[in-house]
């Protein structure tokens, strides 16, 4: 790899439009500078507020969702491309699936420049309760696992999967925290009894579930005020209120969730939706930066990529029986949240810089034959 170079990141959307992946590759590109890698985006999904510089990135709104849509996009100073690729983002319908945005990287490469593919997550079907494999959606994914010099994603299982796919060993790099790092940690003691609820609208699982297992954990932790943030979910907090106070924060900085966080007590997910996944959940990783006790509703997930139940985290159940079990509360609670920081140090956004650039680095140097101008582009219908 030169001494410094060109990435394109794709991605789906840029702030201020609301999207996880984006303010993923936002971080990354912040550290990336360090590196000597400097960073473009391409927004597939842009909307009118999608600026064309977000803080000091040059930004491209893809046109068109076609190979040609996306050929004409990349700038010819790029040598290698990253997409941020959750196939859900991508997608115009549930039958949908990009096969341009395959087919435009494969023609990339056949240019010389290098691909790599983080993959954030992999499509299913969820139908009564059985979940199954999305076979039109993962076609896709299988073949952007095969044509990219790279694949990177974010847990094991994942990686089980992909390494199928891949001709290349697939690199495995838990997610960090979206919402900040702060440097100094506060023990538990000197905390505000908050709880903090955070994510997208999956949360409303915590609520909807059971009411008085909530009111029971308020209770146990002596949470006097419990922070609902994110995007505004309809819930009945009637019964919730009469013992602790609900603040609907409805969506916030990252600076403003960090802030929040690093006063708080403890922080609760749900993950069983996706059991096996827990490391790629930025939610559960800003819990660990931010020195909180992680509380995992309902019962615990089995032990994946490090993280321990127990240990790294502690389930609505087994808080219970702490509670009953242990002479000295706050003292079991602080070695989880500190075990639970510590453990998270492996997958902080440095750490992940230095993964991603390693993966950068391995990738070769080919010499990128110049795009073809979008005059000459053959026609390609929209797959």
Request: aromatic letters at 8%.
């Amino acid at each position: 790899m030169p001494e410094s170079f060109k990435l394109l990141q794709i991605v789906p959307r840029l702030a201020p439009d609301v999207d996880g992946v984006g303010d993923y590759a936002l971080n990354l590109a912040h550290q990336f500078a360090a590196q000597r890698i400097s960073s473009e985006f391409l927004v597939v999904r842009p909307s009118p507020r999608t600026p064309l510089n977000q803080q000091g990135f040059p930004v491209h709104r893809l046109e068109a969702e076609t190979v040609e849509g996306v050929l004409t996009k990349v700038p010819n100073s790029v040598s290698t491309v990253l997409l941020q690729y959750s196939n859900y983002p991508y997608l115009r319908g549930k039958l949908d699936a990009p096969g341009w945005l395959a087919t435009g990287l494969e023609t990339l490469k056949q240019r010389g420049i290098r691909i790599v593919v983080m993959f954030h997550e992999l499509p299913t079907l969820r139908y009564r309760g059985i979940r199954c494999p999305n076979l039109l959606q993962r076609r896709v994914s299988r073949r952007l696992a095969q044509l990219a010099d790279r694949v990177v994603t974010n847990n094991a299982a994942f990686q089980q999967v992909l390494s199928r796919w891949a001709s290349q060993p697939v690199v495995c790099q838990p997610n960090f925290s979206t919402v900040g790092e702060p440097r100094r940690i506060a023990p538990l003691r000197d905390r505000n009894r908050a709880l903090i609820v955070f994510g997208s609208s999956d949360r409303g699982r915590i609520y909807q579930r059971d009411t008085a297992a909530l009111q029971a954990l308020c209770q146990q932790l002596g949470i006097h005020t419990l922070y609902d943030v994110g995007r505004p979910i309809d819930w009945d907090s009637t019964a919730l209120e009469s013992q602790v106070n609900v603040v609907r924060t409805g969506f916030l900085s990252a600076a403003a969730v960090s802030q929040l966080m690093v006063e708080a007590f403890a922080g609760l997910f749900d993950y069983q939706r996706f059991p096996h996944n827990l490391a790629k959940s930025t939610v559960y990783a800003a819990y660990c930066a931010h020195g909180l006790i992680p509380i995992c509703n309902q019962r615990s997930l089995p032990a994946q990529d490090g993280i321990r139940p127990g240990q790294h985290y502690l389930s609505t159940p087994d808080l219970t029986k702490l509670v009953q079990q242990t002479t000295d509360l706050n003292k079991s609670l602080q070695i989880v949240a500190s075990s639970a920081h510590n453990q998270y140090q492996t997958r902080t956004l440095t750490a992940c810089t230095h993964a991603f650039a390693d993966v950068l680095r391995s990738t070769g140097n080919r010499t990128a034959t110049p795009l073809v101008p979008r005059q000459v582009i053959p026609q390609y219908q929209h797959e």
